[in-house]
């Protein structure tokens, strides 16, 4: 019974915590393929247990998306004020 209950809780975890390949397409609004182009380019950082499923951090994918943001034009003007 404890193995059961321990699986379960191992399940829940992934469920929140980690997305598959075609989950973290869907999230990033993108195909699977292009995802993964992506690890392929080392742009995207994933997880392979047992060596053959792929999964993301919710949360890694997130920073991902968020530190690719672009300045916008009063930012960078800010920024050659500055200089």
């Given at each position: 019974?404890?193995?059961?209950?321990?699986?379960?809780?191992?399940?829940?975890?992934?469920?929140?915590?980690?997305?598959?390949?075609?989950?973290?397409?869907?999230?990033l609004k993108r195909?699977?393929?292009?995802?993964?182009?992506?690890?392929?380019?080392?742009?995207?950082?994933?997880?392979?247990?047992?060596?053959?499923?792929?999964?993301?951090?919710r949360a890694e994918?997130?920073?991902?998306?968020?530190?690719?943001?672009?300045?916008?034009?009063?930012?960078?003007?800010?920024?050659?004020?500055?200089?």
């Amino acid at each position: 019974m404890q193995l059961i209950l321990r699986g379960m809780e191992t399940k829940s975890i992934i469920n929140d915590e980690f997305l598959t390949v075609k989950q973290a397409a869907a999230y990033l609004k993108r195909t699977p393929g292009n995802i993964y182009n992506l690890i392929w380019a080392g742009k995207l950082r994933c997880y392979k247990p047992g060596g053959r499923r792929v999964l993301f951090k919710r949360a890694e994918l997130q920073e991902w998306v968020e530190g690719s943001a672009v300045a916008s034009n009063d930012e960078i003007a800010a920024q050659a004020a500055s200089r």
